[in-house]
């Protein structure tokens, strides 16, 4: 089987889950020919800038913006013109994408972001690839931008996503309830006595993960300094130098602040609850780590959709502002059962097998397509 990933680095999660996945068949499956992808690679310099920094910046410094370019691209009035105005914009810059599928003809070509998915739908209808066509999404409800009938399989996370897209006219059948690719670390259980042992946390104390994305924005300082100084916070601040420095220079005595980590899954495993954004991703390692989650309201658009979710299952916290904070770490601490129960519910809906469920559907798949 020769297998593309691909993915667009609009953010980090698309490219984290479709670098996840890659990981695990490149270990476990060395037969496969596979390889992954930036659809922005081949795009020229100014559309990437664009693209890329586009998102983090309106995602940072104008958060209800995103919201509202969110839901308006989604509606159906202009949802019409919204598809032509993407079309045109993305058809002029994704030649070399383009070639490279015509040229590679890849059996299966699994989408993690609605970009490359696209293009490689259109090449399908074309009759120009016959590859099969997966995409998976990677948050907790779908955007009409990823909805295409030329796409052979869909893989969600929860049955609210599978709605969505029944709702948008793709058959049942097209569609798999497996979870979202994540890092095989947070998938497998840590020993959190010897893991915080090497962090130097003290995990005798209640421990609080703050983690708003790889962008560092929010009111991290403000929630630093409404906890009480018997609860110990793990604040992660990504990208965001200054943020880092600023930090740093207060020299707190109840956190330990951090800037961009790669080992998020044991800080997770050391804590016992996480303040976080709504982002797929970061919710579905948390839900790996059986981690209870409290969801601030920083982005608008898919992420308030996925904190809409998960409350649904009454699986985590949802604020509107960061008073409200203060007042649940206090129930968590006084009393366990709000945490256990909590957990409990984040099992019901926990995918652990997430990575080797994909692949094999992926396999399942390419066998049953016609040569």
């Not at 410094?61 to 839901?71: A, E, R, V």
């Amino acid at each position: 089987m020769k297998l593309l990933i691909a993915y667009a680095s609009a953010g980090t999660g698309h490219k984290h889950s479709a670098e996840a996945l890659y990981a695990y068949i490149k270990k476990y499956h060395k037969e496969i020919d596979v390889q992954i992808k930036d659809i922005l690679s081949f795009t020229t310099p100014i559309f990437n800038f664009v693209y890329s920094f586009g998102y983090n910046f309106v995602a940072r410094n104008t958060p209800k913006l995103w919201g509202f370019f969110y839901n308006i691209s989604g509606n159906s009035t202009s949802l019409f013109i919204s598809n032509k105005i993407r079309f045109l914009i993305n058809r002029t810059n994704d030649n070399k994408f383009v070639r490279f599928l015509e040229k590679e003809q890849f059996d299966v070509i699994l989408s993690t972001h609605f970009f490359p998915s696209e293009i490689a739908c259109i090449l399908k209808k074309q009759k120009e690839i016959k590859s099969l066509l997966i995409s998976i999404i990677t948050d907790f409800a779908v955007h009409p931008f990823w909805v295409n009938k030329e796409i052979d399989k869909y893989i969600v996370a929860l049955p609210e996503a599978k709605n969505d897209l029944i709702r948008e006219g793709i058959p049942e059948y097209k569609i798999k309830i497996l979870g979202i690719p994540i890092n095989e670390a947070f998938l497998l259980k840590k020993d959190r006595l010897a893991v915080a042992k090497n962090l130097g946390v003290d995990i005798s104390k209640f421990t609080v993960l703050i983690v708003v994305g790889s962008i560092g924005t929010g009111p991290i300082e403000k929630i630093i300094d409404l906890l009480d100084m018997d609860t110990q916070a793990l604040v992660i601040c990504g990208r965001n130098v200054r943020l880092f420095k600023e930090l740093k220079l207060k020299n707190y005595k109840n956190a330990i602040i951090y800037d961009y980590v790669n080992n998020m899954d044991e800080l997770m495993s050391v804590s016992d609850i996480i303040i976080t954004k709504a982002g797929g991703i970061t919710i579905s390692e948390s839900i790996a780590k059986n981690l209870p989650a409290i969801f601030i309201p920083i982005i608008g658009g898919q992420e308030f959709y996925n904190a809409e979710i998960l409350a649904k299952y009454n699986a985590c916290f949802t604020v509107k502002n960061i008073r409200a904070l203060k007042e649940i770490i206090s129930l968590c601490k006084r009393n366990k059962r709000v945490i256990n129960k909590l957990k409990d519910r984040l099992l019901k809906i926990s995918k652990p097998n997430v990575l080797k469920d994909i692949f094999d559907e992926i396999c399942a798949n390419h066998a049953s397509t016609p040569a």
